[in-house]
């Protein structure tokens, strides 16, 4: 069972950028693709990001593309998003998730293991 632990979520004014984190408690992290989701209620759970577990593989939502970056670091077990440019459409709760394998997707369904959810209120 991986347990996935996010923070740095918070309110940020349109423009500005933040950080999430998601610290993995599997020592194999690098054995999993790693992915951001975002969701606001009553809405499908939409794709972000994601990245291999090797780095050799990126994916973006093109909602966000050239404004976030996704990176992992396996030696400390945490993926981050960066977040820049933030627009009051980005305001969200994000998750991260891990799959099992080398490879990336956009499916929420593909993902074994998901993040507690964390804020991100970006004001006009």
């Known amino acids: 069972q991986v347990q996935l632990v996010e923070s740095g979520g918070g309110l940020v004014q349109a423009g500005g950028s933040l950080r999430l984190s998601c610290a993995a408690s599997?020592?194999?992290?690098?054995?999993?693709?790693m992915g951001w989701f975002r969701q606001v209620p009553g809405k499908e759970r939409e794709f972000v990001a994601g990245i291999s577990w090797s780095d050799s593989r990126i994916l973006y939502a093109d909602s966000v593309k050239g404004r976030f970056t996704i990176s992992r670091d396996n030696a400390k077990n945490t993926v981050y998003l960066q977040m820049n440019s933030l627009k009051p459409e980005d305001k969200d709760v994000y998750y991260c998730?891990?799959?099992?394998?080398?490879?990336?997707?956009?499916?929420?369904?593909?993902?074994?293991?998901w993040g507690q959810g964390n804020r991100v209120n970006v004001s006009a």
């Open positions: 599997e020592p194999t992290f690098r054995s999993y693709a």
């Open positions: 998730a891990a799959r099992l394998g080398e490879l990336v997707n956009r499916d929420p369904s593909t993902y074994n293991y």
